[in-house]
């Protein structure tokens, strides 16, 4: 894409304008593999599913075009992304609503969703483990959690942590998860694409951390 690593770093914080809406697509890419693993681990059952910061809802718009016993609910702090998800939710209108809001504290009812649902948000929460708590309190007893990040080692290679990234390994967040209130937590962790920097390739590492109310 071409641009400097801060920017790029603030544009996944927040993207907006035409340079969000490229990362937005390109985060569609490298964040599928995460998705997937998620999307497997969801109940059969009928559920209702909140999303912190779907992006421009394309995953979410898949999982809707194959799953239709989901009622899906996604939340993010820019307007753009809002707006483009909107657009890609609107087959679904009668069973999907994107709304522009705060994700760190989430002002829905208490016990209102069977899933939560976040991959590549949590570092850029200013207290994570309040995050958390206020995130658990929206889930139904027994409900299920589940986070998607890039491994420490992998967001390091970037050098994300001198932009405002707070960075977790698995059991890293495993801890918190069970600090925050979470139980019966597991993790997957997921090998990626490598990236090449300088003909050289840097392995790249993922995972899924799940856990219940």
């Given at each position: 894409?071409?641009?400097?690593?801060?920017?790029?770093?603030?544009?996944?914080?927040?993207?907006?304008?035409?340079?969000?809406?490229?990362?937005?697509?390109?985060?569609?890419?490298?964040?599928?593999?995460?998705?997937q693993h998620c999307f497997d681990l969801l109940p059969s059952n009928p559920i209702r599913i909140l999303e912190i910061g779907p992006g421009n809802a394309?995953?979410?718009?898949?999982?809707?075009?194959?799953?239709?016993?989901?009622?899906?609910?996604?939340?993010?702090?820019?307007?753009?992304?809002?707006?483009?998800?909107?657009?890609?939710?609107?087959?679904?209108?009668?069973r999907a609503e994107y709304l522009l809001g705060d994700a760190e504290q989430c002002s829905f009812p208490p016990e209102h969703f069977d899933v939560l649902?976040?991959?590549?948000?949590?570092?850029?929460?200013?207290?994570?483990?309040?995050?958390?708590?206020?995130?658990?309190?929206?889930?139904?007893?027994?409900?299920?959690?589940?986070?998607?990040?890039?491994?420490?080692?992998?967001?390091?290679?970037?050098?994300?942590?001198?932009?405002?990234?707070?960075?977790?390994?698995?059991?890293?967040?495993?801890?918190?998860?069970?600090?925050?209130?979470?139980?019966?937590?597991?993790?997957?962790?997921?090998?990626?694409?490598?990236?090449?920097?300088?003909?050289?390739?840097?392995?790249?590492?993922?995972?899924?951390?799940?856990?219940?109310?």
């Amino acid at each position: 894409m071409g641009m400097r690593e801060e920017d790029y770093a603030r544009l996944l914080r927040k993207p907006e304008g035409t340079a969000g809406l490229e990362v937005a697509l390109t985060m569609n890419r490298l964040n599928a593999l995460m998705y997937q693993h998620c999307f497997d681990l969801l109940p059969s059952n009928p559920i209702r599913i909140l999303e912190i910061g779907p992006g421009n809802a394309a995953e979410a718009a898949a999982l809707l075009q194959t799953r239709t016993d989901i009622k899906y609910t996604g939340i993010d702090n820019t307007s753009d992304m809002v707006a483009e998800g909107t657009k890609r939710l609107s087959a679904f209108a009668d069973r999907a609503e994107y709304l522009l809001g705060d994700a760190e504290q989430c002002s829905f009812p208490p016990e209102h969703f069977d899933v939560l649902l976040s991959i590549n948000t949590l570092y850029f929460m200013e207290d994570p483990e309040a995050t958390l708590q206020s995130w658990l309190k929206v889930l139904k007893p027994g409900g299920l959690m589940l986070l998607g990040l890039r491994s420490r080692e992998s967001m390091e290679q970037r050098g994300m942590q001198h932009h405002g990234f707070k960075l977790f390994d698995e059991q890293e967040l495993l801890r918190l998860m069970q600090k925050a209130g979470l139980n019966h937590g597991s993790s997957v962790h997921i090998e990626e694409e490598p990236r090449i920097v300088d003909q050289q390739r840097i392995p790249m590492h993922s995972y899924v951390c799940r856990g219940m109310k």
